[in-house]
């Protein structure tokens, strides 16, 4: 009886400390969302009560409603809507790229294997040790010379830079289906092409899927690459575009600045929550293997 | 996990020798289609990696403003990046820098793992929201956090780009709430992949909470604490886009050097920041030292992700 009591006791406080852990981390969840929230709040304020009540909720005076939205989408010398398109246009060819050309050299050198094959490989795990300060300006040159500075074709830098971490992993994950399958192909009379596109690829999926989020959670935040290599004048992207704003320290309306905070993260946050699983399971296997 | 780890090398080598009797069939034709398969992944990585950073290695020993007007001066450009007080600030800084937030992201982001795979209710949402920062790019996360800061200081009339210790600082907390989650994803599924069984024979064994802890689920994640380790290390050599958002190197200091010129250190600049200042700073003159240094941070880096694989593979090994 009293041993049954004994158990049930410990049942309950471990209840009990569990339940008080949920509400302390939930405390903490709130704080970690802070920041965000203060942004958000902020880009409803008037410019000048920005500074100076940042972390007031707005009153009368200083709400201005959807103003900043409006006003942040076309203010200063560079609409803001055009550095979203160029970072989306950006983002999706480069990925795109990645993906395609990178899986099909892989399977080219897991597969013929020769001795050009293994040089490229190893080429490409050396490219992932390489900082980009180490690059950025001969590749600036380079990319100048020629004419890869606008957005329709930075994907070329992009396929060439990025190539690394996608060609090491696609090649591992060859390197783990059977050749069997391929073979079985090619006797039924495929060529290398159908064979790819009919046979390979859909098995290659799941990292598809994995480097494909690394790739875009990449390109989408990359500042520095397309800061140097494009046409400045003409092109921004969503990073280059609010360094700029910073830059103009206090020149520009802190209220429209905080809304196109906010527009350029809730693309980011529903990238997020509609593709939890596949993300975070993404970026364990990048870092493992990266 | 691994077991998978175990056996990959031997299979491996079973394969590569098959693979060269076996896909005769495959590999004629397939050497016929190089254009279509290889060739532009290779074309792009020669523009985007490869010549870039051969020009790169030639050009940290040349005298140069643009490309095309380099000319050969020997070591002396590293001679000059060894010698700039900048420099050696910039890699101090960034090396404090890093031992601290080594420790507090990974302190922390175990701590959340830890208590995450206790069966609390709500583990999936926590999980959602400690990741979530890590999405965001590092120059919005920089402006986000410059204006929290500023917020806060200037209550007491001052700014996070007027004091080191206030950009050091907020640096620190940018970088933890940004990398905590991700580093707490890598420790959950490490800590998940303990055997529930070992920990109950420890529980009836007599092993306290504290001495389970201790005993068997660290030296058990110890490979995830090993990739987390080097990931914040590499990742606080390598940061750029945070650094440059939230202070840019403020506040300035001039100094005096032996010869008796003058030169001015940015206080809270780190290697990355500096060699981006060194190339497109006031002077273009100083881009032969501002390749050289570049060199030297590559070394530095790829030194540190070399360290990391050997340690991972003996570690292989071991198992």
């Not at chain 1, 007031?56 to 010398?77: C, R």
């Not at chain 1, 990645?98 to 399977?107: D, F, K, Q, R, T």
């Not at chain 1, 380079?142 to 957005?151: C, E, I, R, V």
């Not at chain 2, 200091?253 to 600049?269: A, R």
């Amino acid at each position: 009886m009293s041993a049954d009591k004994k158990i049930k006791k410990r049942r309950s406080s471990k209840g009990a400390g569990k339940m008080s852990l949920t509400i302390v981390f939930a405390i903490v969840a709130v704080v970690y969302m802070l920041p965000i929230v203060i942004v958000l709040i902020n880009s409803f304020k008037e410019n000048t009560f920005v500074k100076t009540e940042t972390f007031m909720l707005p009153n009368a005076e200083s709400f201005v409603g959807l103003d900043n939205y409006i006003k942040g989408m076309t203010f200063g010398n560079y609409p803001f809507f055009l550095s979203v398109f160029y970072t989306t246009v950006i983002t999706l060819l480069s990925t795109f790229l990645i993906l395609l050309c990178c899986s099909m050299a892989a399977w080219y050198i897991a597969r013929v294997n020769s001795k050009f094959c293994k040089i490229v490989y190893y080429l490409c795990v050396f490219s992932m040790v390489v900082p980009f300060q180490m690059v950025m300006f001969t590749l600036a040159k380079t990319s100048d010379t020629l004419k890869l500075n606008t957005p329709w074709t930075i994907p070329v830098i992009y396929l060439g830079f990025g190539a690394g971490l996608a060609v090491f992993m696609f090649t591992g994950f060859v390197k783990s289906i059977p050749l069997e399958i391929e073979e079985a192909a090619a006797i039924d009379g495929c060529g290398p092409l159908r064979t790819y596109f009919k046979v390979v690829l859909p098995m290659l999926k799941p990292t598809l899927i994995s480097v494909g989020i690394l790739e875009i959670m990449w390109i989408w935040n990359d500042y520095l690459l397309p800061y140097l290599v494009l046409d400045r004048n003409k092109y921004m992207t969503i990073p280059i575009h609010i360094q700029y704003l910073r830059g103009s320290y206090g020149a520009v309306d802190l209220g429209a600045t905080m809304a196109l905070i906010v527009f350029s993260i809730i693309p980011v946050i529903v990238f997020y929550l509609t593709c939890q699983k596949h993300i975070i399971k993404g970026v364990a296997a990048g870092a493992v293997k990266g | 996990m691994k077991d998978e780890t175990k056996t990959t090398p031997k299979k491996k080598k079973k394969k590569q020798e098959f693979s060269g009797v076996s896909s005769k069939l495959m590999r004629k034709p397939m050497k016929r289609c190089f254009p279509i398969f290889l060739l532009p992944m290779f074309l792009a990585f020669i523009i985007g990696f490869v010549y870039p950073f051969a020009q790169g290695i030639y050009l940290s020993f040349c005298k140069f403003t643009t490309t095309s007007n380099a000319e050969f001066i020997g070591i002396g450009n590293y001679i000059k990046a060894l010698k700039d007080p900048s420099f050696v600030h910039a890699f101090w800084y960034t090396a404090l820098y890093a031992i601290v937030s080594l420790v507090l992201i990974n302190v922390l982001a175990f701590l959340l793992a830890y208590v995450l795979t206790q069966n609390i209710k709500g583990t999936n949402i926590f999980r959602t929201v400690f990741f979530m920062p890590n999405l965001i790019g590092g120059i919005v996360l920089g402006y986000i956090w410059s204006m929290i800061f500023d917020g806060i200081l200037s209550r007491f009339g001052t700014s996070i780009l007027l004091e080191t210790k206030y950009g050091f600082w907020g640096l620190v907390i940018l970088m933890c709430w940004q990398q905590i989650g991700y580093m707490m994803i890598i420790y959950i599924a490490g800590l998940q992949a303990i055997s529930e069984d070992m920990l109950e024979a420890a529980h009836i064994d007599g092993a306290n909470g504290w001495q389970r802890l201790w005993k068997v689920t660290i030296p058990n994640v110890m490979p995830s604490i090993t990739i987390c380790m080097f990931l914040t290390l590499t990742n606080a050599f390598k940061l750029f886009d945070q650094n440059l958002a939230l202070t840019g190197g403020a506040p300035f200091e001039t100094s005096v050097n032996p010869d008796g010129t003058l030169s001015i250190i940015k206080t809270t600049e780190m290697l990355a920041l500096n060699i981006y200042n060194t190339f497109y700073g006031q002077s273009s003159s100083s881009r032969g030292t501002g390749q050289a240094k570049a060199v030297i941070f590559f070394i530095l880096v790829a030194t540190i992700s070399i360290l990391q694989l050997r340690s991972s593979k003996k570690k292989e090994v071991q198992q």
